[in-house]
Every structure is written in C-alpha cells, then in structure tokens.
C-alpha cells in the first residue's frame, strides 16, 4: 500500500510541477504587462503538456567529447532525488511515518549536489564546468544555515519526525516565535534551489545557461522537472515547519500554493546578486543569526527541562 500511495503521490508532484511551470509563465507575464501562454486550447491551460511533447519528442543530442554515462545519468538522479525526498511528508493514504524525516530530507538535498556537479563536468564544456562549481560552491555554503534553522527547530521540537511539528503549532506558529528564521529559510531555500536572485548556476549573461549548457531534450526536462519539484517540496517544507503541518486540511495547500508564488513573485522582481555578495549574505548574515537562536532555543529547552 506504501508503494501505491508513493507512486500516486509522484504522478500527483509531476502534474503540480506542470501546472507550477503555466503558473509562473503567467505570473511573469502579468508582472511584465503581458499575457503570459495563451495559445494553446483555452487560456494557455494545456501549455504545459505541450511542452512536456515537444521535449521529449526532440532529437536527443549529447557531445562527442563528454563523459556520456555521467552525463546522461545526472538528469535522472537529479529528478530522482527530488522526489524521493516527498516520502518524508506525513501524508493520511501514504502509510508512512518518518521517525528521522528531517535527517533524511537533509541527505537528499545533499547528494543534490553531486548531480549538478556531474552534469556540470560530463559535459566537458568550460561554462557547464563553472556554472556546476558555482552552483556546488553556493549549494554547500547555504546547506549550513539550512541545517542550523532545522536544527533551532528541532531543539524545540524534540523530535526529527515531521509529525511533532504538527503537534507544537496547533497553538501558534512557528513563524511568529522564529519570524527571522523564517525569512531567512525562504531566502536559503532560494539558493537552494538555484533560483532568482541566486541562479548564479543557470547565469545567462555570463554563462550561457551555465551547467545545462549542453543539455537538451529529454535531459534537459529532467533537470527542469527537479527544479520545479525541489521549489515545491521547499514551500511545502516551509509550511509544515513554520505555518502548521495539518497536513490533511485544505488550508495547508493554499499555503504551499502562496510560498510558491513568493518565489515565482520574487524571480519577477529582483535581479541576480552578485557572486561575493552571495556568500558574504551566507557566512556573515545567515549562519551569525541561525547560530543565534539555536543557542536560544537550547537555553529555553533546557531551562523548560529544569
């Protein structure tokens, strides 16, 4: 049943990752006084599914001199990765209840890293090759604020089980007792996911589209499906840490929809960082603030215990 319930929760991500894609072409559109897809059936709306033929239905080419197992595989494990790590959500027909879900939430976002890397190299192109450097560099460095905010949390919590977080806000939100945690996991969760301002991976002007420069067809929708699904595992992830994890109530998936706006918002507003500055934002904002309140919710746990 476990398996069932895990193949339809994959069929149901890949659909939501579709349908997230029409979503910010439209919101982008609209942010730049145009319509956005609207050609294709009623209101643009099967968009989407014609994108999904067009590039799988593509010629596959890949580079006589790259490093053609490597290269070909990463897309794969890259998708792969991003929706295995969906099995942490307490869901009610999935059957599957994580006792260590953030753990397991954090190893998969961390062998993330070696797919972009592989790409990045197999290909044997010097701007894939920096633009996977890059991409390693800035993932590494906003992974440690990342695990210190889980980790306050945790303190908090008492538990690795996603459950619990359920339980702690059926009062209060963690986002009004932690509000610059919050934002400061929204703005690594942006990194994370090699996203505007943070895109420094996918560089345009610099890189030409950086690590999946050689990449086309079927690959280069793979990598393009992880993305998407990365961006809404971390809205989903965001909610359920900071905005109550009633997984079961209507409510939790107008949340998730509206983090996911919020990054679709923030690609039509802000420009890309610089690259030094993005570090900087990391190592001396980031990871002084989340050092911060995890000794503070170690004290108030132990003084709670005392």
């Known amino acids: 049943m476990s398996i069932i319930g895990f193949i339809f929760l994959v069929i149901c991500v890949l659909v939501g990752v579709a349908f997230l894609t029409l979503l910010e072409r439209k919101i982008l559109g609209y942010i730049q006084i145009r319509k956005g897809p609207n050609k294709v059936g009623y209101a643009g709306i099967p968009q989407p599914f014609a994108d999904a033929v067009k590039l799988f239905t593509k010629e596959q080419v890949y580079p006589i001199f790259s490093?053609?197992?490597?290269?070909?595989?990463?897309?794969?494990?890259?998708?792969?990765?991003?929706?295995?790590?969906?099995?942490?959500?307490?869901?009610?027909?999935?059957?599957?209840?994580?006792?260590?879900?953030?753990?397991?939430?954090?190893?998969?976002?961390?062998?993330?890293?070696?797919?972009?890397?592989?790409?990045?190299?197999?290909?044997?192109?010097?701007?894939?090759?920096?633009?996977?450097?890059?991409?390693?560099?800035?993932?590494?460095?906003?992974?440690?604020?990342?695990?210190?905010?889980?980790?306050?949390?945790?303190?908090?919590?008492?538990?690795?089980?996603?459950?619990?977080?359920?339980?702690?806000?059926?009062?209060?939100?963690?986002?009004?007792?932690?509000?610059?945690?919050?934002?400061?996991?929204?703005?690594?969760?942006?990194?994370?996911?090699?996203?505007?301002?943070?895109?420094?991976?996918?560089?345009?002007?610099?890189l030409v589209s950086g690590f999946n420069v050689e990449y086309s067809s079927g690959g280069f929708a793979l990598i393009f499906m992880a993305e998407y699904a990365s961006i809404l595992f971390m809205s989903m992830l965001f909610v359920a840490i900071f905005l109550g994890c009633n997984v079961g109530n209507f409510s939790f998936y107008l949340k998730l929809v509206f983090i996911s706006f919020i990054f679709i918002w923030v690609r039509g507003t802000l420009p890309r960082f610089r690259y030094d500055k993005l570090m900087y934002l990391a190592w001396k904002s980031f990871l002084p603030i989340s050092l911060n309140y995890l000794l503070f919710f170690l004290g108030i746990k132990m003084m709670t215990n005392w």
């Open 67 to 206: 490093n053609y197992f490597p290269y070909y595989l990463s897309p794969v494990f890259s998708l792969f990765l991003a929706l295995i790590g969906w099995a942490v959500m307490p869901y009610l027909f999935n059957m599957i209840n994580f006792n260590f879900g953030l753990i397991f939430f954090l190893c998969c976002t961390k062998l993330g890293v070696y797919t972009v890397l592989m790409a990045g190299w197999a290909s044997n192109s010097k701007y894939a090759l920096l633009g996977g450097l890059r991409a390693v560099a800035q993932t590494i460095s906003y992974e440690v604020s990342l695990a210190l905010i889980l980790l306050s949390l945790i303190f908090l919590v008492g538990a690795f089980n996603i459950m619990n977080f359920s339980v702690y806000q059926s009062y209060i939100w963690f986002l009004f007792l932690a509000f610059p945690l919050s934002l400061c996991w929204l703005a690594s969760s942006l990194a994370e996911t090699n996203r505007t301002p943070f895109d420094f991976a996918e560089g345009e002007s610099e």
